[in-house]
């Protein structure tokens, strides 16, 4: 069984979160940061330039970076 870490409570009761899932969010949240600086590195900036980049709306690409 996996270690788990309770986080705050809910309406419904506390939330667990495993180290694999945290290990998987922080994961997420470093290639985020990698594809960010690689775009802005390019001059890619704006949210029209960002969504071509990644082949997305401009809206969707720059949602899945913030």
Not at 17 to 40: C, E, F, S, Y
């Amino acid at each position: 069984m996996e270690a788990a870490l309770w986080l705050g409570s809910m309406r419904e009761g506390k939330v667990r979160v495993t180290q694999t899932q945290r290990a998987d969010r922080l994961q997420a949240i470093r290639l985020k940061m990698a594809i960010g600086r690689r775009l802005d590195e390019q001059g890619v900036t704006s949210p029209a330039a960002i969504g071509a980049a990644l082949n997305l709306p401009a809206a969707e690409a720059v949602g899945l970076l913030s």
